[in-house]
């Protein structure tokens, strides 16, 4: 069963391919999987690789977008969402697609720090796909962090893959992910500040909008606050809502030599 899971994946393309048993899923901070798929037993993991071309720009710019997110992630959900139809028509399974990352659930206690459904990063390390780097990615030996991750969480009593042995990059890396982190996001013990990383990588967002409408408010006169209006900023926080996220820092990313490939060069 296990064998015809992952070939099909592969035939769908999927890039790397693992199965956790929800017996060896540990991931304290996240939801209970149950409340998602009452029948889960397991999760196939999937991960997709980007474009080559798409962390290789000159500068930081929003047209890298389309290259490593929007279009892996439309590929990602198709492949997922037939490898779920096979699982189902083959062996009877019910499945739950993982998403990549939004939706979040929002609520009072996450929405400042939002929590996954299922933490993919935590699942594919449990399973044998890739390693904790001090950048708090999951490092495959195949593409280091470069890569999105899926998830199925589903009703197959699948075998966990053994986790990976005796492979650190970071142990021998030269790149200072955690002090050059422009947002300085990386707390002491290892994790990430959602706010810090995000007031950086995604200075559209919401939040950050939500201060240009409290500035715009507070300007005296109408005609400031119409300048405002037909500002950039404003054009870019409209194109960052209507659109999807774009990154303005993927600097942990793009950086790290996490895989036998060694860094991205420009
Ligand atoms: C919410 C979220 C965010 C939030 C909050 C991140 C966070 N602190 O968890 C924000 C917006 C800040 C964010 C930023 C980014 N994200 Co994000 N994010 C998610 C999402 C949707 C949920 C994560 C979650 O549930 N976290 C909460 C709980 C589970 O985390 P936790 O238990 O506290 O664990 C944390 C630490 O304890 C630590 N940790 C736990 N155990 C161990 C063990 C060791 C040894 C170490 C060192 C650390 C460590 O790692 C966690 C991060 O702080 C996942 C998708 C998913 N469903 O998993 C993507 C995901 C983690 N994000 C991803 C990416 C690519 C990014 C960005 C690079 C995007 C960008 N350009 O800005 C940055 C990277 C920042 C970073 N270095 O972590 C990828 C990571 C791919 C990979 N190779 O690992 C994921 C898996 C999306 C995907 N589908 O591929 N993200």
Redesign the pocket.
């Known amino acids: 069963m296990e064998e015809m899971i992952k070939n099909k994946a592969k035939e769908l393309g999927v890039d790397l391919v693992s199965f956790l048993n929800l017996r060896d899923y540990k991931?304290?901070?996240?939801p209970n999987p149950l409340r998602y798929l009452t029948s889960a037993r397991s999760i196939v993991v999937l991960?997709f690789k980007p474009l080559a071309g798409a962390y290789r720009y000159q500068e930081n710019t929003w047209s890298k977008m389309p290259s490593f997110l929007y279009s892996v992630?439309s590929a990602g959900n198709t492949a997922a969402y037939h490898l779920g139809r096979f699982m189902e028509r083959e062996l009877g399974a019910e499945s739950f697609l993982?998403?990549?990352?939004?939706p979040?659930e929002i609520n009072g206690e996450t929405f400042r720090?939002?929590?996954?459904?299922?933490?993919?990063?935590?699942?594919?390390?449990q399973s044998g796909l890739?390693?904790?780097?001090?950048?708090?990615?999951?490092?495959?030996p195949q593409f280091?962090?470069?890569?999105?991750?899926?998830?199925l969480l589903n009703s197959l009593d699948l075998q966990s893959d053994p986790p990976i042995e005796g492979y650190d990059p970071?142990l021998t890396c030269q790149y200072d992910?955690r002090s050059t982190?422009p947002g300085k996001?990386?707390t002491e013990?290892?994790?990430?500040?959602?706010?810090?990383?995000?007031k950086v990588?995604?200075p559209d967002d919401v939040g950050n909008f939500m201060r240009f409408l409290i500035e715009t408010a507070g300007k005296p006169s109408r005609d400031e606050r119409l300048e405002m209006m037909k500002s950039p900023r404003f054009f870019r926080h409209l194109q960052y809502l209507q659109f999807f996220?774009h990154?303005h820092?993927?600097?942990?990313?793009r950086n790290c030599p996490g895989d036998l490939a060694g860094p991205v060069k420009k």
């Open positions: 991931s304290p901070r996240s991960a992630e993982v998403q990549a990352h939004r979040f720090s939002p929590i996954g459904s299922i933490s993919l990063r935590h699942a594919a390390v890739a390693v904790w780097g001090k950048n708090t990615l999951a490092l495959t280091g962090p470069r890569v999105m991750y899926l998830g970071c992910c982190c996001a990386f013990d290892g994790r990430v500040l959602s706010h810090r990383c995000v990588s995604q996220i990154y820092c993927d600097n942990c990313t």
